[in-house]
Each structure stands twice: as C-alpha cells, then as structure tokens.
T-cell receptor
Framework: SQQGEEDPQALSIQEGENATMNCSYK?????LQWYRQNSGRGLVHLIL?????REKHSGRLRVTLDTSKKSSSLLITASRAADTASYFCATDISNFGNEKLTFGTGTRLTIIP | DTGVSQDPRHKITKRGQNVTFRCDPISEHNRLYWYRQTLGQGPEFLTY????????KSRLLSDRFSAERPKGSFSTLEIQRTEQGDSAMYLC?????????????FGQGTRLTVV
C-alpha cells in the first residue's frame, strides 16, 4: 500500500519558475526521502530529511518536514527543462533506518521551455 | 560503473513461463531491496536482504515469487508461472545498512511484459 500521497498529481510550469510539491503520510517516520524518476528509468535520490529536522537544502532543492501534520514539501527553485520528471516521496518507518521505503504516488512535473 | 546494475533491462515472456532477473548492488552495500512499479504508480516494496539473509517479504510476494542473495552479493528474483498481472518494472536498490540511514541507490530496472 502507498504510505504517502503527493499533491498535485501533475504540475506544469514555465522554465525559471519555482515548483512546489507536497507529500502527506500516515504513520510516524524515521526519515523521509525525495526521489526523481525520469520516464521509464530508475529512481535518483534527491534529499533525505530526518524526523527531527524541519528543513533541509541541497542546491536548488528545499525540503520541509512537519511531523505534527505528517507532511513534507519539496521546492525546486529556478526550474530547468531537465527537471521534467516524476517526483516521489518515500518514508522510512523503521527504528534505525534503512529498512523498506514506502513510496507515494508521485507528482509528474513538466517544465515548459 | 559502480552503480546498481540490473539484467536484463527488458523481458517479454509468454504467460506461464518462468523468468529470472539479476541485480548487482554497489559492492560495499549490505542491504539489497526489490520493488515493483506499475505504470503511473510509485514503487511498491517486495523484499529486502541484509547480506544473504532475507529479512522481510511483502504480502505482494506470492508463492510464485522467490528471491535469493546466496553470497550476500548479487541477488536474483524469479517469477514462476508468470501472469499478465506480473507485467511491471522490477527495481533493485542497495544501501549501506542498519545504523546508516541514507539513500537507497536504484538500478535502471527490468521491465517485464507478460503476453
């Protein structure tokens, strides 16, 4: 079953704009991760945020985590055509981490040149 | 190439046939995971190994599915008597292991089509 749900399911923006996607989950987590998947390919890890962290940055990416609301958001700033992909949040609910990940349904992001 | 590799990349098989997929994880990674992904959905967990020990299996992994990691290195996933519902992308991932929460590195996947 899918632990998380991403919102929106699909998003189209102009190149250079910022893209925000949200993830909600159901149970307490050890950490939450965001992955990118280009069409028909494997997943690429973007960023991990631990349950005791509230915000994390990596290049043009900013992730926030609100454990009280069981939600996370991923912000991509100054979007580029190469950012076109599906984005998934994944939760790790294990005690020590690195057991199974439970993925959401994904947000399909399209950057219009 | 030091990433996770999967073989084959594509497999077309007739219903009722057996298929086997292989995954070679990153060499120093103790944990190896199998996921299945259908079109428009996120990956769903199937099973994972710590070295050669299979620690958890999803209820999605019916009796027709078996996974092994005999020497704690590469892994195989076998599907017996394939059904059309088995058509999906099968993804393998590896990670450092317990006490090192971090990213899982995914392979490019094996796309299975059952006709």
């Amino acid at each position: 079953s899918q632990q998380g749900e991403e919102d929106p399911q699909a998003l189209s923006i102009q190149e250079g704009e910022n893209a925000t996607m949200n993830c909600s989950y159901k149970t307490s987590i050890n950490n939450l991760q965001w992955y990118r998947q280009n069409s028909g390919r494997g997943l690429v890890h973007l960023i991990l945020i631990r349950s005791n962290e509230r915000e994390k940055h990596s290049g043009r990416l900013r992730v926030t985590l609100d454990t009280s609301k069981k939600s996370s958001s991923l912000l991509i700033t100054a979007s580029r055509a190469a950012d076109t992909a599906s984005y998934f949040c994944a939760t790790d609910i294990s005690n020590f981490g690195n057991e199974k990940l439970t993925f959401g349904t994904g947000t399909r992001l399209t950057i219009i040149p | 190439d030091t990433g996770v590799s999967q073989d084959p990349r594509h497999k077309i098989t007739k219903r009722g046939q057996n298929v086997t997929f292989r995954c070679d994880p990153i060499s120093e990674h103790n944990r190896l995971y199998w996921y299945r992904q259908t079109l428009g959905q996120g990956p769903e967990f199937l099973t994972y190994f710590q070295n050669e020990a299979q620690l958890e299996k999803s209820r999605l992994l019916s009796d027709r599915f078996s996974a092994e990691r005999p020497k704690g290195s590469f892994s195989t996933l076998e599907i017996q008597r394939t059904e059309q519902g088995d058509s999906a992308m099968y993804l393998c991932a590896s990670s450092l292991g317990v006490f090192f929460p971090g990213e899982a590195f995914f392979g490019q996947g094996t796309r299975l089509t059952v006709v």
